[in-house]
């Protein structure tokens, strides 16, 4: 092996924690920069750079540059761990990343092992009298954290974003028709193929009690660049469903009884490495057709689930017995916030998209601050969320209330005192012929309930407060009276959990 020229920078962040521990090292700083430099003697041979990893590695990525390109000089990269090799991507990529579950395209997933470990370096092109500097930022995980498949957010503007959130491929139970016309496993990329051809901003993978499937999304977001790709799993016990958005882990879904005292373990998991929880289709019936299907677990402390799926796609119309609207206004009740979404629930890629359980159908629309997992996560806590039943992206509702000068949006909390005057406020975009309905601590108030008679129309019904807790949506409803969109609250005085 040709003898190399190396200044090995080691940078440990805050050395006075102990990376064997769960405390999460700032992924913005590299553990390490490794750089050198390479000339004609280096030309047709591979170098060895090593670096070392501690314990309790829990996701590698790698960020390569070198300068003289414009001189045609190139310099292949791969690495190997302590006992094998993990990948190649020659001079194709300049940033990989591996973990246990998922790894970069050309890369093996799998344990990342603490010891000595080596990038390789090729060097199939350097002209004479040119030398080259290289350097190599060595970013490490020791805790289980958010999954991003881009580098970049897909989109860095804020604003409204139209998704999917619950669907499945064959990693679970997703079926499709085959090129001959049999029945097989859905292959990942149909998914995700149907739902860019639906328009979607983005997609959420939500496999049964397993992760596999993020490997393959990781490999096809490059390609499907103007869609996110979320990584979720749907954790699924004998007493209720959950998705799990975020994470690219095994969390252990084994219950025997219907008590927070045995779901604490997966919920605080998903929690603790800044996931979200979801309640899924909560009033579907529970037996031999689906297992589990219906939510049984009445205990659970507040601030544990971030959200609920009103609206599932696979469960009947809309404001079926079957939704979950029920558990939503139960938990409202109670002072919770809790998001209400939606998802399709889709196992069949190649059904009719226009139809109940179609990709994309119903759609959750999410505001964010630029189109990203951690950005689609922090919009779902946030609550200014809507659902919308049709998957027609033109659709908007949005609320929000002023008392003074106070300003907030749904999904946050404002503070009034008896008598204090409020205005609630609603926008609503593209169903001319609609209504609105304010739904008021889960009822209806006829008085409250105000036509849409343009194509970008905003509402006010003004309102004095009494100073107990209140909570407060809208509904748009269509001629026939079938619910279009669905808002989440505003709320007033939330009580303190």
């Given at each position: 092996?040709?003898?190399?020229?190396?200044?090995?920078?080691?940078?440990?962040?805050?050395?006075?924690?102990?990376?064997?521990?769960?405390?999460?090292?700032?992924?913005?700083?590299?553990?390490?920069?490794?750089?050198?430099?390479?000339?004609?003697?280096?030309?047709?041979?591979?170098?060895?750079?090593?670096?070392?990893?501690?314990?309790?590695?829990?996701?590698?990525?790698?960020?390569?540059?070198?300068?003289?390109?414009?001189?045609?000089?190139?310099?292949?990269?791969?690495?190997?761990?302590?006992?094998?090799?993990?990948?190649?991507?020659?001079?194709?990529?300049?940033?990989?990343?591996?973990?246990?579950?998922?790894?970069?395209?050309?890369?093996?997933?799998?344990?990342?092992?603490?010891?000595?470990?080596?990038?390789?370096?090729?060097?199939?092109?350097?002209?004479?009298?040119?030398?080259?500097?290289?350097?190599?930022?060595?970013?490490?995980?020791?805790?289980?954290?958010?999954?991003?498949?881009?580098?970049?957010?897909?989109?860095?503007?804020?604003?409204?974003?139209?998704?999917?959130?619950?669907?499945?491929?064959?990693?679970?139970?997703?079926?499709?028709?085959?090129?001959?016309?049999k029945e097989v496993n859905t292959p990942v990329f149909k998914v995700v193929e149907t739902a860019a051809k639906k328009n979607l901003d983005f997609m959420a993978l939500?496999?049964?009690?397993?992760?596999?499937?993020?490997?393959?999304?990781?490999?096809?977001?490059?390609?499907?660049?103007?869609?996110?790709?979320?990584?979720?799993?749907?954790?699924?016990?004998?007493?209720?469903?959950?998705?799990?958005?975020?994470?690219?882990?095994?969390?252990?879904?084994?219950?025997?009884?219907?008590?927070?005292?045995?779901?604490?373990?997966?919920?605080?998991?998903?929690?603790?490495?800044?996931?979200?929880?979801?309640?899924?289709?909560?009033?579907?019936?529970?037996?031999?057709?689906?297992?589990?299907?219906?939510?049984?677990?009445?205990?659970?402390?507040?601030?544990?689930v971030t959200a609920v799926e009103i609206i599932n796609g696979g469960s009947g119309p809309a404001e079926g017995p079957l939704q979950g609207l029920n558990l939503w206004?139960?938990?409202?009740?109670?002072?919770?916030?809790?998001?209400?979404?939606?998802?399709?629930?889709?196992?069949?890629?190649?059904?009719?998209?226009?139809?109940?359980?179609?990709?994309?159908?119903?759609?959750?629309?999410?505001?964010?601050?630029?189109?990203?997992?951690?950005?689609?996560?922090?919009?779902?806590?946030?609550?200014?969320?809507?659902?919308?039943t049709e998957g027609n992206k033109d659709h908007l509702v949005d609320l929000w209330a002023i008392s003074g000068k106070t300003e907030c949006h749904m999904g946050t909390?404002?503070?009034?005192?008896?008598?204090?005057?409020?205005?609630?406020?609603?926008?609503?975009?593209?169903?001319?012929?609609?209504?609105?309905?304010?739904?008021?601590?889960?009822?209806?108030?006829?008085?409250?309930?105000?036509?849409?008679?343009?194509?970008?129309?905003?509402?006010?019904?003004?309102?004095?407060?009494?100073?107990?807790?209140?909570?407060?949506?809208?509904?748009?409803?269509?001629?026939?009276?079938?619910?279009?969109?669905?808002?989440?609250?505003?709320?007033?005085?939330?009580?303190?959990?």
């Amino acid at each position: 092996m040709m003898r190399i020229k190396i200044n090995l920078i080691l940078v440990l962040l805050w050395l006075s924690v102990n990376v064997n521990s769960q405390e999460r090292l700032d992924t913005e700083k590299p553990y390490q920069v490794l750089s050198g430099t390479v000339s004609q003697d280096n030309f047709h041979t591979y170098l060895e750079v090593p670096f070392t990893l501690p314990e309790g590695v829990k996701r590698l990525t790698v960020k390569f540059s070198y300068d003289t390109r414009d001189e045609k000089t190139t310099i292949d990269l791969g690495v190997a761990d302590p006992a094998r090799f993990r990948g190649w991507s020659g001079g194709a990529r300049n940033i990989f990343t591996l973990s246990e579950e998922d790894a970069t395209a050309g890369y093996l997933p799998g344990t990342i092992i603490p010891g000595k470990w080596n990038l390789w370096l090729g060097v199939p092109n350097i002209r004479k009298g040119v030398t080259a500097h290289y350097e190599a930022k060595i970013f490490i995980d020791t805790a289980d954290t958010v999954t991003e498949f881009s580098d970049q957010p897909i989109r860095t503007s804020a604003g409204w974003y139209y998704g999917d959130l619950h669907m499945h491929s064959g990693n679970s139970d997703g079926k499709c028709l085959s090129v001959s016309g049999k029945e097989v496993n859905t292959p990942v990329f149909k998914v995700v193929e149907t739902a860019a051809k639906k328009n979607l901003d983005f997609m959420a993978l939500t496999d049964h009690n397993t992760f596999t499937q993020a490997r393959y999304l990781r490999e096809l977001q490059p390609y499907f660049d103007n869609m996110l790709l979320v990584p979720g799993q749907e954790i699924t016990t004998f007493f209720g469903h959950a998705n799990a958005f975020g994470l690219t882990k095994f969390v252990d879904f084994r219950m025997t009884d219907p008590t927070y005292r045995q779901a604490m373990n997966w919920m605080k998991d998903v929690n603790k490495s800044g996931g979200v929880i979801s309640i899924n289709h909560p009033g579907s019936p529970t037996g031999e057709s689906c297992m589990g299907c219906g939510w049984e677990m009445k205990d659970i402390p507040a601030n544990v689930v971030t959200a609920v799926e009103i609206i599932n796609g696979g469960s009947g119309p809309a404001e079926g017995p079957l939704q979950g609207l029920n558990l939503w206004h139960q938990m409202l009740k109670l002072g919770r916030k809790v998001t209400a979404i939606g998802g399709s629930d889709n196992h069949r890629p190649d059904q009719p998209a226009d139809k109940n359980g179609g990709i994309g159908f119903p759609t959750t629309a999410i505001y964010m601050d630029n189109l990203s997992v951690k950005s689609l996560l922090d919009g779902i806590r946030k609550g200014r969320v809507f659902v919308e039943t049709e998957g027609n992206k033109d659709h908007l509702v949005d609320l929000w209330a002023i008392s003074g000068k106070t300003e907030c949006h749904m999904g946050t909390n404002m503070n009034v005192q008896p008598k204090d005057k409020v205005t609630w406020m609603v926008n609503v975009k593209a169903v001319t012929g609609c209504k609105v309905e304010f739904v008021v601590d889960g009822d209806v108030h006829p008085e409250n309930t105000r036509a849409i008679t343009t194509d970008n129309e905003t509402l006010t019904i003004p309102w004095k407060a009494d100073g107990k807790y209140h909570f407060v949506y809208v509904k748009v409803k269509n001629k026939e009276d079938k619910l279009v969109m669905v808002s989440n609250p505003l709320y007033f005085n939330l009580p303190t959990q």
